[in-house]
Protein backbone atom coordinates (compact mmCIF):
# COMPACT_ATOMS: atom_id res chain seq x y z
CA UNK A 1 0.00 0.00 0.00
CA UNK A 2 1.40 3.21 -0.60
CA UNK A 3 1.83 6.44 1.77
CA UNK A 4 0.29 9.74 1.11
CA UNK A 5 2.67 12.64 1.31
CA UNK A 6 2.26 16.45 1.52
CA UNK A 7 5.04 18.56 -0.85
CA UNK A 8 6.20 21.45 0.86
CA UNK A 9 7.87 24.42 -0.98
CA UNK A 10 11.53 25.24 0.38
CA UNK A 11 11.56 29.05 -0.46
CA UNK A 12 7.93 30.21 0.70
CA UNK A 13 6.90 26.75 3.07
CA UNK A 14 3.26 26.63 1.55
CA UNK A 15 2.21 23.22 0.85
CA UNK A 16 1.50 23.07 -3.01
CA UNK A 17 1.13 19.78 -3.91
CA UNK A 18 0.07 15.60 -2.40
CA UNK A 19 1.30 12.51 -3.61
CA UNK A 20 2.11 9.41 -2.71
CA UNK A 21 5.18 7.08 -2.20
CA UNK A 22 6.30 3.48 -1.75
CA UNK A 23 5.73 2.69 2.26
CA UNK A 24 8.68 -0.13 2.45
CA UNK A 25 12.23 0.61 1.48
CA UNK A 26 12.52 4.22 0.69
CA UNK A 27 14.37 6.08 4.07
CA UNK A 28 14.69 9.40 2.15
CA UNK A 29 12.30 12.32 2.01
CA UNK A 30 10.67 12.15 -1.14
CA UNK A 31 12.43 15.37 -2.98
CA UNK A 32 11.17 17.13 -6.96
CA UNK A 33 11.84 20.58 -8.74
CA UNK A 34 8.34 21.59 -8.99
CA UNK A 35 6.19 24.86 -9.70
CA UNK A 36 5.28 27.07 -6.58
CA UNK A 37 2.35 29.19 -7.75
CA UNK A 38 3.53 31.44 -4.81
CA UNK A 39 7.18 32.02 -5.68
CA UNK A 40 5.96 31.84 -9.01
CA UNK A 41 8.84 29.44 -10.58
CA UNK A 42 10.63 26.68 -10.22
CA UNK A 43 11.62 25.67 -7.17
CA UNK A 44 12.71 21.95 -4.78
CA UNK A 45 9.93 20.70 -2.91
CA UNK A 46 10.38 18.08 0.01
CA UNK A 47 8.33 15.56 1.36
CA UNK A 48 6.64 17.19 5.00
CA UNK A 49 6.11 15.10 7.93
Given at each position: MREKIILVC???LSR???TT?????VKDRF??????PR????T???ESK
Open positions: TECNYTKQKYGEVVKFCCNKHLHK
